[in-house]
C-alpha cells in the first residue's frame, strides 16, 4: 500500500508520527481541505505529467491550474497528464493519493510557484485519505524537489 511506503519513507526522516490519516476521503481538493478544515488553496495537491516518456510531478496549490502556455514554456511539450493506470505504474502512488513521497525511482518533482504563498501547506500521504502538514522549506527537503517552477494560473 502507497501510504506504508510513504510512512517507511518519513520514518527515515523522524516525521512518520505526522502524517494524518481521515475515515472520509482527501482524494480531491475539496474533499482533502474539508477533512482538514481549511482553505482548498493549502492542499497541496501533486498533478502528474508524461514529459519525454516519463513521469514527471508538479505541486501546487490548490486553488490553481496548470497554464499550458506557461507548461509548454518549462518543459518544451504540451502538458498530457498520466492516466490512472500510468499514474499507479509509473509512479508508486494511485490518483486520489498522488503526492512527491516515496516516488518510484526516475520521477522527476517540481514544485510550483503557487505554493509559496503559504507558511504551510498539506500534501498527502500515498492514499486517498491522508495528509500531512508540512513548511515549505520541508515540503522542498523531503519531495526532492527538481527547482521551483511557474506553470500555473488561478482557476477562473
Same mark, same amino acid.
Given at each position: ?53 516519463? %513521469? &514527471?510531478?508538479? #505541486? $501546487?496549490?490548490?486553488? @490553481? ?5 506557461? /507548461? ?21 502512488? %494511485? &490518483?486520489?493519493? #498522488? $503526492?512527491?513521497?516515496? @516516488? ?5 518533482? /517540481? ?46
Amino acid at each position: 500500500m502507497s501510504i506504508e511506503k510513504v510512512r517507511e519513507y518519513f520514518k527515515g526522516f523522524g516525521i512518520d508520527d505526522r502524517i494524518l490519516e481521515f475515515d472520509v476521503s482527501s482524494a480531491t481538493v475539496a474533499l482533502a481541505a474539508k477533512a482538514l478544515g481549511c482553505e482548498e488553496s493549502r492542499i497541496a495537491k501533486t498533478l502528474s505529467f508524461l514529459v519525454d516518456e516519463k %513521469a &514527471v510531478l508538479i #505541486v $501546487c496549490a490548490g486553488d @490553481v491550474k496548470i497554464d499550458n502556455a506557461k /507548461f509548454k514554456a518549462q518543459f518544451k511539450t504540451k502538458a498530457k497528464m498520466l492516466t490512472a493506470q500510468q499514474a499507479a505504474e509509473l509512479i508508486g502512488h %494511485a &490518483v486520489g493519493g #498522488v $503526492c512527491p513521497f516515496a @516516488v518510484n525511482e526516475g520521477v522527476r518533482v /517540481f514544485l510550483d510557484e503557487s505554493l509559496k504563498r503559504f507558511e504551510t501547506v498539506f500534501p498527502a500521504c500515498g492514499s486517498s485519505n491522508s495528509a500531512i502538514e508540512l513548511e515549505i522549506g520541508e515540503l522542498e527537503k523531503y519531495s526532492g524537489y527538481e527547482k521551483w517552477v511557474d506553470v500555473s494560473r488561478a482557476i477562473q
